[in-house]
C-alpha cells in the first residue's frame, strides 16, 4: 500500500502555509518599522540601519513569495486531480479530517518531576511525547470510492502498545466520521498503520 499525492504532501502543504503566514507578518511588521526609521537618516545620514531594515523587508517579501508560490503550485496540482477524477468537496473533507483525527489522537499525561531545589518540574510523559509526535503525522485521505487513513508507527514499545490499545477506538472514529464507507482492521505494513474504507 502506498501513499497518494495528498498524503505525501500534506504536511509540506500545512507547513508551508504556517511559514507563508509567519513570513507575511514578518515582511508587514518589517516594512512598517523601515518606513518608521527611514526618518533615522535625517537625522544621522552615515546610519546603515535603515538599509539592513530595507534589505531585511526584501528578502523576507521574495521568501514569502517563494513559499507562498511553493504552496500554490503543491496544492493546484491535486485541485486539479480532484476536479478530473474525484471531487473538490472531498478534498476539504480530507484536510478538515485529517486535523480532526489528530487532535482526536492525541494524548496528555503531564508527570512532575523532582528538581535539586524541592520544586517540581512538570513535563510531559516521554512516552506519550513519542506517540504524539506519530500521531501527528498521520493524514486521512477521502476519495469517491475508498477513504484511507495512514497512522505512522511510533518508534518504541510502549508508545506502539498505546497505539495498539487504541486501534477499536480509532476505527470507531474514522467510521463515525465517514458512515458511507465500510472498514476493514488496520493493517500494519512497515512503518505505517492503515484503515481501508470501502464504499457501502
Same mark, same amino acid.
Given at each position: 500500500?502506498?501513499?497518494?499525492? !495528498?498524503?505525501?504532501? !500534506?504536511?509540506?502543504?500545512?507547513?508551508?502555509?504556517?511559514?507563508?503566514?509567519?513570513?507575511?507578518?514578518?515582511?508587514?511588521?518589517?516594512?512598517?518599522?523601515?518606513?518608521?526609521?527611514?526618518?533615522?537618516?535625517?537625522?544621522?545620514?552615515?546610519?546603515?540601519?535603515?538599509?539592513?531594515?530595507?534589505? !531585511?523587508?526584501?528578502?523576507?517579501?521574495?521568501?514569502?513569495?517563494?513559499?507562498?508560490?511553493?504552496?500554490?503550485?503543491?496544492?493546484?496540482?491535486?485541485?486539479?486531480?480532484?476536479?478530473?477524477?474525484?471531487?473538490?468537496?472531498?478534498?476539504?473533507?480530507?484536510?478538515?479530517?485529517?486535523?480532526?483525527?489528530?487532535?482526536?489522537?492525541?494524548?496528555?499525561?503531564?508527570?512532575?518531576?523532582?528538581?535539586?531545589?524541592?520544586?517540581?518540574?512538570?513535563?510531559?510523559?516521554?512516552?506519550?511525547?513519542? !506517540?504524539?509526535?506519530?500521531?501527528?503525522?498521520?493524514?486521512?485521505?477521502?476519495?469517491?470510492?475508498?477513504?484511507?487513513?495512514?497512522?505512522?508507527?511510533?518508534?518504541?514499545?510502549?508508545?506502539?502498545?498505546?497505539?495498539?490499545?487504541?486501534?477499536?477506538?480509532?476505527?470507531?472514529?474514522?467510521?463515525?466520521?465517514?458512515?458511507?464507507?465500510?472498514?476493514?482492521?488496520?493493517?500494519?505494513?512497515?512503518?505505517?498503520?492503515?484503515?481501508?474504507?470501502?464504499?457501502?
Amino acid at each position: 500500500m502506498t501513499k497518494t499525492y !495528498f498524503m505525501k504532501t !500534506f504536511n509540506i502543504n500545512l507547513n508551508l502555509f504556517l511559514l507563508s503566514l509567519l513570513g507575511f507578518f514578518i515582511t508587514l511588521i518589517s516594512g512598517v518599522f523601515t518606513e518608521k526609521i527611514g526618518t533615522l537618516t535625517k537625522i544621522a545620514p552615515l546610519s546603515k540601519i535603515p538599509i539592513y531594515f530595507k534589505d !531585511f523587508h526584501k528578502l523576507s517579501l521574495m521568501v514569502t513569495l517563494l513559499l507562498f508560490l511553493s504552496l500554490v503550485i503543491l496544492a493546484t496540482v491535486e485541485i486539479v486531480t480532484r476536479i478530473a477524477q474525484d471531487f473538490m468537496s472531498n478534498y476539504w473533507n480530507s484536510i478538515f479530517l485529517t486535523l480532526k483525527f489528530r487532535r482526536f489522537g492525541v494524548q496528555s499525561e503531564r508527570i512532575k518531576r523532582s528538581t535539586t531545589d524541592n520544586q517540581g518540574k512538570v513535563s510531559i510523559n516521554p512516552i506519550y511525547h513519542d !506517540f504524539n509526535k506519530a500521531i501527528k503525522k498521520s493524514v486521512v485521505d477521502i476519495s469517491n470510492n475508498e477513504v484511507l487513513m495512514f497512522i505512522k508507527v511510533p518508534h518504541s514499545q510502549q508508545a506502539q502498545k498505546i497505539l495498539k490499545d487504541m486501534e477499536e477506538l480509532l476505527k470507531e472514529e474514522i467510521s463515525s466520521q465517514n458512515p458511507d464507507y465500510y472498514f476493514s482492521k488496520p493493517e500494519r505494513i512497515k512503518n505505517g498503520l492503515w484503515f481501508t474504507g470501502t464504499k457501502r
